[in-house]
């Protein structure tokens, strides 16, 4: 069978569960404007609601507000909606469709061992939803259906891209066809892992009880210099080497943060402030954060003020993504049997 060529295009998403973080934007998304200026992939990026309700009810405006907050950030972040595709997972229903078919295919097995799941279920599988345990079924159909070939994400989704392959792999096999391309994850790469400000050992999240452990890109420039007042660090000055950050996590973590503002690797920020202690390094930290997050924090602010707006964006993203993925679900759907009249 000929190789398929496949158009290099990138796809990745974003969870509404909540309030965006710091952790979201040098994580993620400050990766994907590089992604879509870099202009060698087409790039998709969405705001996935329908996995935002796998892990508990979210209540009904508060997931709304989350979905236009989490579309302003990417904006006021440099997502342009022309150059990329820009949606709201539910806005595009081949998504679900895509998944539905997804989960015939992949065995319970696979979904049994993902960490994600076992994490997330914890002690208490069987109260989990179902739409939990199928999630990375849905996640790779959020890829699949645009056939996009590469996967910006984070370490901890690492499992779910090798999912996202075997689900390709199977349905390639069981059809006898080379419909699906078999995605490339872009791990990381120089992008910054951001931690728990108060525990460097644990990633920074939207859903940790405590206000202090993470910086939001809502916050404002006092709230955001406070916070990092705060963080936690030890008495030690800041080493010459990264080397010297080994055991030393919630050192490395603002190190790491420094490094993701400034654009510049972490080895370069201790060229500059070895020796320094963090009472002087983190004054320094505290005014790079506020000159890039702040215009971000006051773009996102005022996108939100006018939500029209934003919906009558993602109602034209939706429109652009199903150019690709209603053709797409046709065929896959003709492949299985499926009469199209
Ligand atoms: N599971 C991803 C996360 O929690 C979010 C996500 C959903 C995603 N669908 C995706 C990421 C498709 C990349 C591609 O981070």
């Known amino acids: ?17 909540g309030g965006l973080t710091l952790g979201n934007y040098l994580g993620a998304i400050k990766r994907f404007v590089e992604m879509q200026d870099a202009g060698s992939y087409e790039t998709v990026y969405c705001m996935v609601d329908l996995h935002a309700i796998t892990a508990r009810l979210i209540d009904p405006a508060e997931l709304r507000n989350n979905t236009r907050e989490l579309c302003a950030g990417f904006i006021a972040s440099g997502i342009d909606p022309e150059k990329s595709i820009l949606i709201n997972q539910s806005q595009v229903p081949e998504h ?20 994600q799941w076992k994490d997330k279920s914890g002690k208490n599988a069987e109260a989990a939803s179902l739409g939990l345990f199928a999630y990375p079924a849905l996640m790779a159909a959020d890829i699949l259906i645009y056939h996009a070939t590469h996967v910006p994400v984070g370490d901890d989704q690492k499992q779910h891209l090798e999912l996202t392959r075997d689900i390709a792999t199977k349905f390639n096999h069981d059809y006898g066809v080379d419909f ?51 963080a936690k660090t030890d ?16 050192a490395r973590n603002l190190v790491n943060i420094y490094a993701g503002l400034a654009d510049t690797p972490p080895q370069a920020v201790l060229d500059e402030h070895a020796g320094a202690l963090f009472g002087h390094f983190k004054g320094a930290l505290a005014d790079l954060a506020v000159s890039k997050l702040a215009p971000i924090s006051s773009e996102m602010s005022r996108l939100m003020q006018d939500t029209t707006e934003i919906d009558r964006i993602l109602g034209r993203g939706a429109e652009r993504a199903r150019e690709i993925t209603v053709p797409i679900l046709e065929k896959t759907y003709d492949i299985i049997g499926m009469i199209r009249s």
Do not use: H, Y
């Not at 940790?208 to 993470?214: F, N």
């Not at 030690?236 to 990264?242: A, H, K, S």
């Open 235 to 250: 008495p030690d000055p800041l080493p010459d080497n990264v080397a010297g950050l080994t055991a030393r996590p919630d």
């Open 180 to 230: 699906f391309p078999i995605t490339k994850p872009v791990i990381e790469g120089a992008a910054t892992r951001v931690m728990n400000l108060q525990d460097g050992t644990r990633k920074m999240s939207k859903s940790d009880p405590s206000e202090k452990s993470r910086i939001n890109m809502t916050d404002d420039a006092d709230t955001i210099a406070k916070k990092i007042r705060k």
């Open 96 to 115: 679900a469709q895509l998944a539905w078919i997804f989960n015939c295919i992949a065995r319970m097995g696979w979904m049994g061992r993902m960490t």
């Open 1 to 17: 069978m000929a190789k398929t060529q496949f158009t290099p295009r990138a796809f990745s998403g974003i969870q509404p569960s």
